[in-house]
């Protein structure tokens, strides 16, 4: 209840304070929000399965963000930045598939 | 996997970690919704959750408000500045091109404008040579009376020959535009044909040109209006700041004559 409360509030949140983003920090701001929804889904998936620890989310959480980054920011000095960010997008993207077909099944058992 | 029937809402001993190996996923949902439970653990998620729900709607925010360009890395944004400094270049071009363009209309609309207006003056004047236009200006009317049906076509004839050595430079008699094709034919006694057109007395000169000049010219001793005086009619001259000249003449387009280049 109150990690759903936190997630509205911080909607709500992003909504009301105008978007400011470092310029460093530009690049990689997608990449690690998608690296970041990883993390959120696993740790939803893990907690219906009934193995959630709140220590290993909170790591997956921030080691999740700052490798996405960190990807972006190494392929970016390699001169493959937007190729490499595609790969990760991607990546994430069929982790995050994975991880909603076992909430799926949980919850509606389907 | 079969678990014990067990209702989370109800019992919320059940729903605590010491359970919940066996719940199932829908379960401990339910039991985690409610009721609320304020713990440091739930409290870290709920802060990392919002950070991310914020980051999501920032830069969800971001990339719609602002252009994609203070996002973009750098090796796109050469891309682009070369693209927008190609597309600048072969606008610069086409707008040269076009430039030259105009002043070339431009060059030619005023050489038109003034062939124009050439050519209307050239028309006007020898609309008034042939007769093919109205005109006005100062002049005199010549009226001849002609009670004893004395006066012929040879005295008309006369009297215009003056006009025109006096300088006149258009000249209608009665309804008839007298051109430079125009002739005088006895029609019998007090008849004239001027032209394709016979007129009866008294016969009107309506003429453009220097007033004083023209009536000096028909007034001269032995001149047209002593002659006429002597076949017993009567020519008045009346001198006029503006004469109107109606009647036109239609010329046909020569048959034989061509310009000579």
């Not at chain 1, 595609?86 to 919850?107: C, E, K, Q, Y």
């Not at chain 2, 830069?59 to 360009?69: E, I, K, P, V, Y």
């Not at chain 2, 005109?135 to 025109?164: F, H, K, W």
């Amino acid at each position: 209840m109150i990690p759903a409360a936190g997630l509205l509030i911080g909607i709500v949140l992003g909504f009301i304070i105008p978007p400011v983003v470092p310029d460093w920090l530009q690049p990689y701001f997608p990449i690690a929000v998608v690296a970041a929804l990883d993390a959120v889904f696993g740790g939803f998936r893990a907690f219906l399965d009934g193995n959630f620890h709140d220590r290993v989310f909170v790591v997956s959480f921030l080691t999740n963000v700052l490798v996405a980054a960190l990807i972006v920011f190494l392929g970016d000095q390699l001169g493959v930045g937007p190729q490499l960010s595609t790969g990760v997008v991607v990546v994430l993207g069929i982790r995050i598939f994975s991880n909603v077909a076992a909430i799926r099944r949980h919850v509606f058992g389907a | 996997m079969s678990t014990p029937p067990t209702d989370p809402a109800s019992d919320p001993v059940s729903a605590e970690p010491a359970d919940s190996r066996v719940m199932t996923g829908r379960q401990r949902l339910a039991a985690a919704l409610w009721p609320p439970r304020l713990t440091a653990s739930h409290v870290l998620v709920a802060a990392l959750l919002a950070l991310l729900g914020a980051a999501v709607t920032f830069q969800a925010r971001f990339h719609g408000s602002d252009t994609q360009l203070s996002g973009a890395r750098q090796s796109d944004l050469v891309r682009i500045l070369d693209d927008v400094a190609d597309r600048s270049d072969r606008l610069s071009e086409e707008s040269q091109r076009l430039e030259i363009n105009l002043e070339r209309l431009r060059g030619g609309a005023n050489r038109e404008a003034a062939a124009l207006e050439q050519s209307e003056a050239r028309a006007q004047a020898l609309g008034i040579l042939t007769g093919s236009v109205a005109a006005q200006g100062p002049g005199i009317e010549l009226t001849i009376n002609d009670p004893a049906r004395q006066v012929d076509a040879t005295n008309l004839l006369d009297a215009l020959q003056e006009l025109r050595d006096a300088g006149a430079e258009a000249v209608q008699i009665n309804s008839v535009r007298v051109v430079a094709d125009t002739f005088f034919v006895d029609a019998g006694p007090g008849r004239v044909r001027v032209g394709d057109v016979e007129l009866p007395a008294p016969y009107i000169f309506l003429v453009v040109g220097d007033p004083r000049t023209l009536q000096s010219a028909l007034s001269i001793p032995g001149g047209v209006i002593e002659v006429l005086r002597g076949k017993d009619a009567q020519a008045t001259i009346s001198q006029r700041q503006r004469v109107t000249i109606t009647a036109v003449d239609s010329p046909d387009p020569p048959r034989y004559t061509r310009p000579t280049d």
